[in-house]
């Protein structure tokens, strides 16, 4: 059994690299799409992704149902959700299934944001970085799983596990009905389904493979202060008034201090006690604070020791800053009292925090704080969102093939890793289905997802694609 795999996956590996042209064209194709959900200007592009994924699918006898989230309001208008791409291959009972998730929509990007080339149009650099929107975040995954079932079909090789993939077009905007739709189909579509693998997430690095086994959750708050029923002219009003800039930015210092230390009482205690074998993993990692400032191009991290950095991004919270609505921001000087700001910060939240408590004592401390400032404008602190922490066990058996898979492509075992963001799906698979969950890389930690100049190295590419094809190879062998 052992030789037949083993034969079979030198024979896919090579075909892999005997056709890199095709397979990039393959990426370069779904790029030119701009399948951006954010924008209800792009909708009619997200629709068309994800009918290219579609046809790709059927083209390989995939058996595809396109299901309906419903709509959503989006800038004043109601706009139709992209549909989620649900995919059967294989029904054999003697065969383990493997549910694969994905998305097939992106983050917005011009080439005036900053990109040396059109986003929307895949550049193969001489360095080997393929460069575009959705390269690494999220097609070059999709593609490299249609990718790896179209190379054993044209090889003769039998796929040696039933496939459900889900493949959604609303990731990069909140994942809207998804989850109702995981839930709704888990005994109908993915029953049966053993094993869950999600690839939307990085290397630690640039030079080691990695496994993913927690990520953090989110909470996002909104702080409103309102005072006057209009905007004043700070030469006639100003210390006349009290201002709701003034309340608001002293409400946002006592959230955090420069170091991090989230000041909310309480919120420290519900967080996993850190114990001497979890200190074990961060130890050997590849992980560099002088590759961190150098990606940041500059020196403003926080701790010396790459270790308590990681467990800084990983398994501690952490509390961000991340503006102010109705304040004046543009260039120049504006001599404005703005009647009514809302500040917006996050929560990241890990074991074993519940949002209910983390939503409980942040507002209580704002009231609090603001209570002491004596102020005559109005306060209304509120929960935006939320997204529950996830965590797994390296040791189970979907992460046991997962690390074979990368030891048999990359030649070394994977860094077993957390991630400091967010994928709330994963927790929704793991209850819906009653499965592990496993997040398996393809890209690298400086790909640049979001950002401009996104990228996804050949490198990668082509070892993703066959680090997938030896993940199904050894889930069939467990």
């Not at 383990?96 to 929307?120: L, M, N």
């Not at 309102?226 to 002219?233: C, K, M, V």
């Not at 420290?268 to 200190?279: K, L, M, S, W």
């Not at 991290?301 to 398994?315: F, G, I, N, P, Q």
Request: proline fraction near 4%.
């Amino acid at each position: 059994m052992a030789s037949t795999t083993d034969a079979n996956l030198e024979k896919y590996f090579k075909y892999i690299d005997d056709n890199t042209a095709f397979l990039i064209d393959q990426l370069r194709e779904a790029v030119a799409i701009p399948s951006i959900s954010a924008d209800p200007k792009y909708r009619s592009e997200v629709f068309k992704m994800g009918e290219w994924v579609k046809a790709r699918l059927e083209g390989l006898g995939v058996r595809v149902q396109m299901v309906d989230p419903g709509t959503q309001e989006l800038q004043g208008q109601t706009v139709q959700l992209p549909p989620v791409v649900l995919g059967e291959y294989g029904t054999d009972p003697a065969k383990k299934t493997v549910a694969i998730y994905g998305h097939y929509d992106v983050q917005p990007a011009i080439k005036s944001d900053g990109w040396d080339t059109d986003p929307f149009t895949l550049v193969e650099a001489e360095d080997g970085r393929l460069i575009g929107r959705g390269s690494t975040d999220d097609k070059g995954p999709v593609i490299g799983w249609i990718l790896c079932l179209e190379a054993h079909q044209k090889l003769g090789i039998d796929i040696p596990v039933n496939l459900k993939f889900c493949f959604e077009g609303m990731e990069e905007s909140g994942s809207i009905g998804l989850d109702a739709i995981i839930y709704d189909q888990a005994d109908k579509w993915f029953k049966g389904t053993d094993y869950t693998c999600i690839c939307d997430n990085f290397w630690l690095g640039t030079t080691k493979p990695g496994l993913t086994y927690g990520l953090r959750g989110l909470s996002s708050f909104a702080v409103e202060v309102s005072g006057p029923a209009a905007d004043l002219h700070s030469g006639v009003f100003g210390g006349t008034v009290q201002e709701p800039l003034v309340a608001l930015t002293r409400l946002m210092s006592t959230l955090v201090d420069i170091d991090g230390k989230i000041l909310i009482p309480g919120i420290y205690d519900q967080v996993a006690e850190f114990t001497e074998e979890e200190g074990k993993r961060y130890e050997g990692l590849s992980f560099k604070n002088t590759d961190l400032i150098r990606d940041l191009k500059a020196d403003c991290v926080m701790h010396e020791d790459e270790a308590d950095t990681l467990k800084s991004r990983w398994r501690f919270p952490s509390l961000s800053l991340h503006g102010i609505e109705g304040a004046f921001y543009e260039a120049g000087s504006k001599t404005v009292i703005p009647a009514k700001v809302i500040g917006k910060f996050s929560i990241r939240t890990v074991p074993y925090m519940d949002l209910d408590v983390v939503n409980e004592l942040t507002i209580k401390h704002l009231n609090s704080e603001f209570a002491k400032l004596n102020s005559k404008c109005k306060l209304n602190a509120y929960n935006l969102s939320g997204g529950r922490w996830w965590y797994s066990s390296p040791d189970h058996p979907n992460y046991i093939a997962a690390s074979k898979a990368v030891k048999r492509v990359y030649g070394t075992a994977p860094e077993l890793i957390r991630e400091g963001g967010s994928i709330p799906v994963t927790l929704t698979f793991e209850e819906a289905f009653k499965t592990n969950v496993v997040l398996l890389s393809m890209g690298r930690a400086n790909d640049g997802a979001h950002s401009t100049n996104e990228k996804l190295d050949k490198y990668n590419y082509i070892e993703g694609i066959k680090q997938f094809g030896a993940y199904w190879a050894e889930i069939a062998n467990l």
